[in-house]
């Protein structure tokens, strides 16, 4: 992680301090819906681990890296593969009644 990114978190959130304080994903447009969290990854400034191997982990070099950097350099391509992904997942037939269940808790069987 970015040094100074990890300065700023570890003030905002020390050891021992309270542990439901919340950040934004995206540091640089948290109120936008824009390419920027790609930008970050790039930039080494992924808040997630999770989120920063899709482009620094060995595994990213053949799997996901040239998409993180596709998404970062050209705005347009992320937000055509965002809706093209949007009406895909738009066309998933969700199980309901008694072949499935839409959960309250997502970690959680309905009771």
């Known amino acids: 992680m970015d040094a100074e990114m990890l300065a700023d978190l ?7 301090g309270d542990g439901n304080k919340m950040t934004v994903l995206d540091r640089n447009s948290s109120d936008l819906f824009d390419n920027h ?5 790039v930039n080494n400034k992924g808040l997630l681990h999770s989120d920063q191997v899709l482009y620094s982990s060995s595994e990213a070099q053949s799997t996901t890296k040239s998409i993180v950097e596709s ?6 391509i992320f937000f055509s593969d965002f809706a093209n992904s949007m009406i895909r997942m738009g066309n998933i037939n969700p199980l309901t009644g008694t072949n499935g269940e839409i959960r309250k808790n997502c970690r959680a069987v309905n009771s």
Not at 10 to 16: K, S
Not at 37 to 41: D, V
Not at 71 to 76: F, G, L
């Open 37 to 41: 969290y790609f930008n970050n990854l």
């Open 10 to 16: 570890q003030n905002f959130c020390p050891q021992n």
């Open 71 to 76: 998404y970062s350099n050209n705005p347009r």
